[in-house]
């Protein structure tokens, strides 16, 4: 299948993966990122630097590749960034996607597939399901911006004559080219404990360590974006959750990066020096658990790598790139 889609934030962690899925399905690919790497581009896509921000720039690409498919993932991530720096998430998380939607509209792409985040639901009892009511004021910066995301693809989409749309909400995206503490203070856990792992260190556990998560492989997460562009059950603005069903605590978490048996208590793993308490953050939720039946409905996906089959993923990634762990 030959389809000509663009990719905004290609080179990014899950955006690199989405960009590979597409190539191992034939796609002609054109990526948008303003990052200048090389460590994760695919030889056979074309890349251009552009900031989303910048709507003469990202008009230009949209004119000259004229894409069927957009694949949107640029944005700038994770919570703890955001309330340093508010109104650069705002321009590139909100404003960025009214750009892209002005472009596609302009340029006659059929769908939109905007990358949401879980955290949109703030700290509400689980399983979060898509219907469910979203407090207005949301738990930090970053999840705000996120939400008005899927607000434009709503309401800058078919609602008003413009592309078909669907927003899938992303559950803790963890796996290879994950984020480490060489990416900056607010990595993504799961590399950051490889990465300490690696250098024999102890884990670094945000109190009290039970808080939960429902962590979701990232070439799953790269298949649901294949599968969001090719359903014909969607196009209307859809938010759609992308998680695996399932949750697990950081204790969990520490364990299994140190292959150790669930009998081992916390208390044993703070006295063996396998994890340590970190400073606690502001404005994350306690616990995250997608229900996935309207994934499995709308666009026929489900999750193949279970928690443990994705860390072991991950851990041969890292002995590849010489780390001992």
């Not at 709503?154 to 909400?169: A, I, N, P, Q, Y």
């Amino acid at each position: 299948m030959n389809y000509k889609v663009l990719v905004t934030g290609g080179l990014g962690f899950i955006g690199s993966h989405v960009v590979d899925e597409l190539m191992g399905i034939g796609g002609n690919v054109s990526v948008v990122d303003i990052s200048k790497r090389r460590d994760t581009e695919n030889p056979k896509a074309k890349y251009y630097n552009v900031d989303i921000r910048d709507h003469n720039a990202l008009e230009k690409v949209f004119k000259l590749e004229r894409p069927e498919y957009v694949l949107h993932l640029a944005a700038l991530a994770r919570i703890q960034p955001s309330f340093e720096d508010p109104f650069g998430f705002f321009t590139t998380n909100a404003l960025g996607s009214a750009n892209v939607l002005m472009s596609a509209k302009k340029y006659g792409v059929k769908r939109v597939i905007y990358s949401a985040s879980s955290s949109a639901y703030g700290d509400q009892k689980t399983p979060l399901h898509e219907n469910m009511h979203i407090h207005p004021q949301a738990l930090n910066p970053y999840s705000s911006t996120k939400r008005m995301g899927e607000m434009l693809m709503r309401d800058m989409g078919k609602l008003t004559s413009g592309v078909e749309t669907v927003c899938l909400r992303y559950f803790n995206v963890y796996g290879p080219r994950q984020t480490t503490a060489a990416d900056g203070a607010y990595a993504t856990v799961i590399g950051i404990f490889f990465e300490r792992l690696a250098n024999k260190q102890p884990l670094p556990v945000v109190p009290d360590g039970y808080q939960k998560r429902d962590y979701t492989y990232v070439s799953d997460v790269a298949a649901a974006n294949i599968a969001a562009m090719l359903s014909d059950k969607v196009g209307g603005g859809e938010i759609i959750n992308i998680g695996f069903g399932k949750n697990y605590s950081i204790w969990d978490a520490v364990r299994l990066v140190h292959k150790l048996p669930v009998a081992v208590s916390p208390d044993d793993l703070i006295s063996k020096n396998h994890a340590v308490f970190a400073p606690k953050r502001i404005g994350e939720a306690k616990e995250t658990l997608a229900d996935i039946a309207l994934a499995k409905k709308l666009i026929n996906w489900e999750p193949l790598v279970s928690f443990g089959e994705g860390i072991e993923k991950c851990r041969e990634f890292y002995k590849n790139q010489g780390w001992n762990v």
